[in-house]
């Protein structure tokens, strides 16, 4: 790499460097970390969510205090909730970090997760508890299977948020494909820094496709037309309320 | 509450002595974190809101427009700052260009649906009494989407106060600066808090500014309010 090359070039260069792919620290490894903190991260959030959203929208209850938890997530700083919580009992390493991103992937759950089962139409749930269907059967029979979609939307914004999200971890030397920005800051190499975010953008473009195929593929087909771009809307949408 | 008394004394959450003894760079980090969110959310404004004009006169482009900053958004924070940063240099710059392109997607969705909920007869009003597209959206369209908009801007002002601490990967993050310094001084966790509180208590206080404009702004909203 001479120094004459411009960022581009000496980005160029850097991916195409096998020694900064392999081993430990290498691009495999980081991405490998990446979405291992993402991954658990996302299911802590499911875990969560799911089950109050899904409940507060059976008994119909709590829209307000939804939106006041998803305008709230959105003026915490990630960077703060990083470097707080490893200072708590939690202790350093990874249960921080992925704490950290599951709090900014309940939001967008618990809110489709509401809305979906919330948005059942009245009419079905009344010939649903008609036929003597009792309220468990009817949550489990009726409600969840025509909140799919929702939920669907949902879970892809959580995804995509919590990849994106996660690049942050680096900050406080939390692993994931952000070390390698970090570190291109830290070394002032400009061919390493657009060398991580186009590896970071790439990745965050592919899950963002390859969920919302899922999504597409997960949303029967009488209610794809309807539902179309739930996925992000949702999330604007709840907040558009409380104003 | 008692957890409290087995933490080490000399690393408590917060302290109003470190507040005293650093009130100038914790005002330098605010005043920073203000100028840079304000900057930023009016550049995107005045980009944002003729793109959801344009996109509310010309139909078709809204597929487009909003599809282009719909990537933008999804390209993480860290990533867009690494790929301005080696041409803009380590500098405010750097940081500003990212919140613009995040806040823009916030905005001219929020506008563009401000926009369509003018309803269609009083439209169709404007077009009688003889408005041109210009006066029209002067008068009737702007007016109306003002709540629209205002949500954007509000929604925009919120992610990008929290949003401004990533600027801290080139030295200028505001109140991130005091979070990841206190962080990185052995654990100060005074300096961590005191950068948080004021992170959540600034989005607030704009937020409520925000709202507080957009009642100004909109009186008929508010008389329906109070039915």
Same mark, same amino acid.
């Given at each position: 790499?001479?120094? #004459? ?7 160029? #260069? ?8 392999? +081993? ?28 109050? +959203? ?14 006041? &938890?998803?305008?709230? #997530? ?44 919330? *948005? ?5 749930? *009344? ?7 009792? +309220? ?9 299977? &025509? !909140?799919?979609?929702?939920? !669907? ?37 400009? +061919? ?19 969920? !919302? ?5 997960? #949303? ?13 809307? *949702?999330?604007? !949408? ?6 | 509450?008692?957890?409290? %008394? ?27 974190? @203000? ?31 909003? %599809? ?27 940081? @500003? @260009? ?62 990008? @106060? %929290? ?65």
């Amino acid at each position: 790499m001479s120094a #004459t090359d411009t960022p581009i070039q000496q980005a160029i #260069t850097w991916l195409n460097d096998p020694l900064n792919w392999a +081993g430990p620290a290498g691009v495999w490894d980081r991405l490998g970390e990446h979405l291992w903190i993402s991954g658990a991260a996302v299911a802590l959030g499911c875990l969560v969510a799911w089950p109050i +959203g899904v409940w507060l929208g059976h008994v119909g209850r709590g829209g307000g205090a939804v939106v006041v &938890l998803s305008n709230l #997530t959105l003026a915490i700083p990630v960077l703060a909730l990083l470097t707080i919580l490893p200072l708590t009992p939690i202790g350093f390493g990874k249960p921080p970090v992925i704490i950290a991103l599951a709090v900014f992937a309940v939001p967008p759950l618990l809110a489709n997760a509401y809305t979906g089962v919330r *948005e059942v139409d009245p009419e079905v749930s *009344e010939a649903a508890r008609g036929m003597g269907l009792s +309220g468990g059967q009817l949550l489990r029979r009726v409600e969840l299977p &025509l !909140a799919v979609p929702y939920l !669907a939307a949902g879970f892809r914004t959580a995804v995509v948020q919590v990849v994106a999200t996660a690049t942050l971890a680096a900050f406080v030397n939390g692993g994931g494909l952000g070390q390698i920005i970090g570190a291109g800051f830290g070394l002032q190499n400009p +061919g390493q820094i657009i060398a991580g975010g186009f590896l970071v953008a790439l990745l965050a473009l592919l899950v963002e496709g390859i969920f !919302a195929v899922m999504q597409r593929a997960v #949303t029967p087909r009488p209610l794809r037309r309807a539902r179309r771009g739930a996925g992000r809307a *949702e999330r604007a !949408a709840p907040a558009a309320i409380g104003t | 509450m008692s957890f409290l %008394a087995y933490q080490d004394p000399g690393n408590p959450w917060f302290s109003w002595q470190y507040v005293r003894d650093n009130g100038d760079t914790i005002l330098a980090a605010l005043r920073e974190h @203000v100028v840079l969110t304000a900057e930023s959310v009016a550049i995107a404004a005045a980009v944002a809101i003729p793109l959801a004009v344009l996109a509310y006169w010309f139909r078709p482009l809204t597929g487009p427009i909003l %599809a282009f900053s719909g990537v933008l958004y999804t390209i993480p924070s860290l990533a867009l700052f690494a790929f301005i940063a080696p041409y803009l240099g380590i500098g405010e710059r750097t940081v @500003v @260009v990212p919140l613009v392109l995040y806040a823009l997607l916030v905005v001219i969705r929020n506008s563009l649906a401000g926009l369509t909920q003018v309803p269609a007869d009083v439209r169709d009003a404007a077009q009688g009494m003889g408005y041109g597209r210009f006066a029209r959206l002067g008068r009737i369209d702007l007016p109306l989407a003002v709540p629209g908009i205002l949500t954007g801007l509000r929604l925009a002002t919120v992610s990008t @106060v %929290a949003l401004v601490t990533v600027g801290v990967v080139v030295g200028h993050g505001g109140l991130g600066q005091l979070i990841l310094l206190g962080f990185q001084s052995n654990y100060y966790k005074a300096e961590i808090m005191t950068g948080t509180l004021l992170c959540v208590a600034l989005a607030l206080v704009l937020d409520l500014t925000l709202l507080g404009v957009g009642r100004l702004l909109t009186p008929w909203t508010r008389r329906r309010a109070a039915r």
